[in-house]
């Protein structure tokens, strides 16, 4: 598993360190959008038909290539067709962070709501097709249909990516957090108690998978803050309040406990600002 997610990322360090050098010069930025995506899309349908590892391997290094040029791509290209009015707001709608839920139950809907509230993209991934449509998760920015084995390829998956797992279901959890644990999701959101969990990794030393050795610090189980309450809108306060906390880096605590500014100081780049603002 940690090998090839090691080479995806140190070829997305690599390549993003060229494609911001060439991308702007060359005035071609939408040739670099277009080539990752076209190279993006056409390595997650050969990652389904590796047989051998050095194949894995190789595929994620040319997929964090492409992913790296892209993005770095498309954020020139976000940055240049803005005004300086409405740059900053664009910007914060493309770095935000994602969240990707898994499972169509009733419980998913109000993560949904609350996650989009606080301006996460969210998309939602169900395993029963019926279940998994727009209608039924309105608030979503996406809503996929596929099976627990193949979420690698239907969801693409990065540091700022953060996942929540929802089934109700065992063998999907398992299979689900098996194939997370080989992506570069920071954190991993598990519903169900701490005794599931153990017969999960019970499973999975049954079947002689090895978790990488980051897996128990990326891994939230059970799911969410210590708030109180059962209610379904409850429990997504709790499951987003968490997801919030992990973005942003902090402990939960109450803010009266807090030391020093209650919001981190930003300053604004120069090159970015809007230079109708008096100094």
């Not at 949904?112 to 991934?125: E, N, W």
Request: proline content about 6%; overall charge negative; aromatic content about 8%.
């Amino acid at each position: 598993m940690s090998p090839a997610t090691t080479g995806r990322g140190g070829s997305a360090w690599a390549a993003t360190g060229s494609s911001r050098s060439c991308s702007n010069p060359s005035g071609k930025r939408t040739v670099f959008v277009i080539g990752g995506l076209l190279v993006f899309s056409v390595v997650n349908l050969a990652l389904g038909l590796v047989t051998q590892y050095w194949q894995l391997f190789i595929l994620r290094i040319v997929q964090g290539g492409a992913a790296a040029f892209t993005i770095t791509a498309s954020i020139a290209l976000v940055n240049e067709g803005s005004q300086a009015d409405s740059r900053g707001r664009h910007m914060g709608i493309y770095n935000s962070f994602r969240l990707v839920g898994f499972g169509s139950g009733p419980d998913v809907g109000p993560v949904v709501d609350l996650a989009k509230r606080v301006d996460f993209r969210v998309t939602v991934v169900g395993f029963r097709g019926a279940q998994a449509t727009s209608e039924a998760f309105p608030a979503a920015d996406e809503v996929l249909a596929s099976s627990p084995a193949n979420v690698e390829s239907a969801v693409a998956f990065d540091p700022d990516t953060y996942a929540v797992v929802m089934t109700h279901n065992f063998v999907d959890d398992r299979l689900v957090l098996e194939a997370l644990l080989d992506t570069p999701v920071p954190y991993i959101g598990l519903m169900g108690p701490t005794e599931r969990f153990e017969e999960l990794l019970d499973a999975f030393a049954d079947e002689g998978v090895t978790l990488p050795e980051d897996a128990f610090e990326r891994i939230h189980t059970p799911i969410g803050l210590d708030l109180g309450g059962d209610s379904p809108y409850r429990i997504a306060y709790s499951i987003v309040g968490e997801l919030l906390t992990v973005a942003n880096d902090r402990t939960p605590q109450h803010l009266s406990e807090r030391e020093g500014p209650i919001h981190d100081r930003t300053t604004a780049d120069p090159e970015t600002a809007d230079r109708t603002t008096p100094e």
